[in-house]
C-alpha cells in the first residue's frame, strides 16, 4: 500500500481518491474549496490539508485532477504546488485533460528536481470514476510508469504507457476526436428517427446490436431521444479538449475538418444556454424549432 496525495476533489477526483483509499492507501487530500475536502474526509477517512505543498510532503505518489493548464501549473509549481512539498523520488501523476505541452513542462520541471511526472488522462466520464473503471492513458517513463500502474488500478479497469512524456494528453486528443464525430452521428441518426416517425427506442435497440453500435448509443441515445443532458461531462469541458485538439492538429500538420465543425455545433450549444449541459446534447441544435 502507498501513501499519496490526490488534489482535486471535483466529480472525477472526489471518487477517485475515494477508490485509492477504499483499496487500502493511505491517502491525503487537497481541494481549493476546503469544505470539500472535508466533506471527503468525514465520508472516507484519511487526511485533509490546506495546500497543495502541504498534501505532498511526505507522499510517495502525488496525484491530481484539476481544471485546465493553469489550475495544474499553480497546483504544481505554484509558492505552495506540490513540487514544493515532495522529495526527491516522489512521483507526480496527473490525471487532468490538459494540454501535451504542460505535461513536457511540468515533466521537465520535476526532472531537474529529481521528481517523476506521468501525465495520464482518464476516460470514463463521472460514471466511471464512480465504478472505479476508467481507461487511463499515460505518457512518461517507464520506471516510475511501474510503479504508478498498480496504483492507478484501484480506480481503473485499463491503463497504458503510450510512449514519452505528453502521449497521454496526445490520445485523449485522439479519444475525444473520436467522441465528437461520434456523438454528432448518433444525433442525427436519433433526429432522423424522430421525424421519420419511427420507434426511436426501438430503432436503437436493433442496430445497436450491429455496426453501428457503440459506448454513445448504449448510455446516451434514450437520454437524447427524452431530451435529457444532465449525464455528466459538459460542453464547456468538451469545447475546453477541442480547442487542444485543433490547436496540437496545426502544430502536427492533421486535418480534423469534422471535429473542427462539431467544435462549432457546441459553440451554438452554448449560445443556446446549454454550457452545462453534457455533450449529447448535440442533439438539441437539430431538434430546435
Not at 96 to 101: C, D, E, G, H, L
Not at 202 to 231: C, H, P, Y
Not at 253 to 276: C, H, I, N
Request: charged content about 20%; proline content about 3%; hydrophobic content about 40%.
Amino acid at each position: 500500500m502507498a501513501k499519496v496525495a490526490f488534489l482535486g476533489l471535483g466529480v472525477m477526483g472526489y471518487p477517485m481518491a475515494g477508490h485509492l483509499k477504499a483499496k487500502g492507501h493511505e491517502v491525503t487530500v487537497y481541494n481549493r474549496s476546503p469544505g470539500k475536502a472535508a466533506e471527503w474526509v468525514k465520508q472516507h477517512g484519511g487526511k485533509s490539508a490546506p495546500t497543495p505543498k502541504a498534501a505532498a510532503h511526505g507522499q510517495e505518489i502525488i496525484f491530481a485532477c484539476v481544471g485546465n493548464d493553469d489550475d495544474l501549473r499553480q497546483v504544481v509549481t505554484g509558492s505552495d504546488g506540490a513540487f514544493e512539498g515532495m522529495a526527491k523520488g516522489a512521483l507526480f501523476v496527473d490525471h487532468t485533460t490538459a494540454s501535451a505541452n504542460v505535461a513536457r513542462e511540468l515533466h521537465a520541471a520535476g526532472k531537474g528536481r529529481g521528481i517523476d511526472f506521468i501525465d495520464a488522462p482518464v476516460s470514463g466520464g463521472q460514471a466511471g470514476a464512480q465504478n472505479g473503471v476508467l481507461t487511463v492513458m499515460c505518457g512518461g517513463d517507464p520506471a516510475p510508469y511501474a510503479k504508478a500502474e498498480p496504483v492507478i488500478m484501484s480506480f481503473a479497469r485499463s491503463c497504458r504507457l503510450l510512449g514519452e512524456s505528453g502521449a497521454g494528453q496526445l490520445t485523449k486528443m485522439v479519444n475525444q476526436i473520436c467522441i465528437a464525430g461520434l456523438v454528432q452521428g448518433l444525433s442525427e441518426g436519433v433526429h432522423f428517427a424522430k421525424r421519420a416517425g419511427l420507434d426511436v427506442e426501438a430503432v436503437l435497440d436493433v442496430i445497436s446490436k450491429g455496426a453501428a453500435g457503440s459506448w454513445q448509443m448504449e448510455n446516451r441515445g434514450k437520454t437524447m431521444n427524452a431530451d435529457k443532458f444532465d449525464f455528466g461531462f459538459a460542453v464547456d469541458w468538451m469545447r475546453k479538449d477541442l480547442s487542444m485538439c485543433l490547436d496540437e492538429s496545426r502544430r502536427n500538420g492533421a486535418k480534423l475538418p469534422v471535429t473542427a465543425l462539431v467544435d462549432q455545433f457546441y459553440a451554438q450549444v452554448q449560445e443556446m444556454g446549454g454550457k452545462r449541459w453534457d455533450t449529447s446534447s448535440l442533439i438539441a441544435l437539430l431538434d430546435r424549432k
